[in-house]
């Protein structure tokens, strides 16, 4: 009898020693103050509704008559705020017939996909430069680790859509040719640091908005 109470005084004495920092349920991202490394700051929870915590944007297709024939509608922290924090946001990506989501990374966080329609050749390359790729059906998932080069390409002549998830609430969004042709990093140095011809380079920054 004395030693479960003992057990059961120590474990009460430890669990009140080390609940001094205040247990937040969320932290609804107060989206007109900045964002740091760990998200942004938190709403002041008594303006916090159900409405922060559901978000409607996925169900409508997006937009996909642009140069990649495909759309990526994020939910991320600064579109849904009530992931902020929490490690976790989502994104919907359609493409079109001859669709793609370029070779991107996403520095913050790594991927799984869902495939709701369609049939979706996706890939990623890892550090030691092996290439995984694979077409996917639908319902096939496919995860794509934190910060490595991947894409997503319409491998049928249908329209095809995906579910996207992240470890992170803002996982980023670095999408490599525009990265590398879509800004005004001088045509000789791009050269230099690609192995690419310039003729090349001033056709793709044309093409991608870059100057230079
Ligand atoms: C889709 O984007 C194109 C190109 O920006 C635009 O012309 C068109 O109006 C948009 N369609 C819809 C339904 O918003």
Known sequence: MILPLFFISCLLLS????????????????????????GYSCKNPSTVTVNDFVYS???????????????VTPAFAAQFPGVNGLGISSARIDLAPGGVV????????SEILIVLQGTISAGFVSSANTVYFKTLKVADIMVFPQGLLHFQVNAGNTVAQAYVSFSSSSPGLQILDYA??????????IAATTFLDSAQIKKLKAVLGGTG
């Not at 370029?102 to 966080?109: A, E, Q």
């Open 15 to 38: 669990s009140s020693s080390s609940s001094h920092a205040a247990v937040q349920d969320f932290c609804v991202g107060d989206l007109t103050a900045p964002q740091g490394p760990a």
């Open 57 to 71: 944007a996925l169900g409508i297709a997006g937009n996909t008559s642009n140069l990649i024939k495909a759309a």
């Open 102 to 109: 370029p070779f991107h990374t996403h520095p913050g966080g």
């Open 180 to 189: 590398l042709f879509g800004n005004n990093l001088p045509t000789e140095l």
